[in-house]
């Protein structure tokens, strides 16, 4: 499979920032990270950066426009330097149609974007901009690791990135870290974040979810 796509594929290295596709752009590649990470955002029309994820390596993104032949969705940029592969979208599509675990693996990730947004948009509909933050939080800690009530963050997030993922500000981030660090849930370790405890920040939002 891996052979049959680079026979089609150009790889494409990326500098710090440089802006891979953007919103509304009209192509149908297909986009594999091989190494860095990309970032999806919305710049809205007030200046504001709406930030949906991050991709790292074995990720793929374009795979919407490719499928249904529409406008790009959002913007992705490099957050540092990243290497990805670029497959057009008809051999894309042919592999899809040949390969039953590439469609598998295609509807998984999309099963996962879907089950994540749907997660964001109720937090955005029901929950208090703390709340929210909690809640990215406990994300971001559950992505390093499912398991234990100690998770560090390295290098921690930035406190406007968060704010962009929760549609609020920097100050707002500061002052609910700092809270949080007061009461015993997280504690920084110079360039790290470390959530001390998994179990009562999980609390915190259910709490709030169930209001």
Known sequence: MRSRLERSAFRRTLAPGEILFSRDDVDDNVYFVLAGTLRIIIHAPNGRVVLFRDLGPGEAIGELAAIDGGRRSATVEARGPAQVMRVRGQAFRDLVAREVTV?????????????????????????????????????????????????????APRHVDIADRVSTHREAVTRELGRLARIGIVERQGRRLRITDMKRLSVLVDEAANC
Do not use: C, H, K, W
């Not at 406990?138 to 234990?148: H, I, M, N, T």
């Open 103 to 155: 469609a598998m693996a295609l509807l998984q990730q999309s099963i996962r974007y879907v089950r994540e947004l749907t997660d964001r948009v109720y937090e955005f509909s029901s929950l208090a901009v703390a709340n929210r933050i909690q809640a990215e939080l406990l994300r971001l800690a559950r992505e390093v690791s499912a398991d234990g009530n100690s998770v560090l963050l390295s290098p």
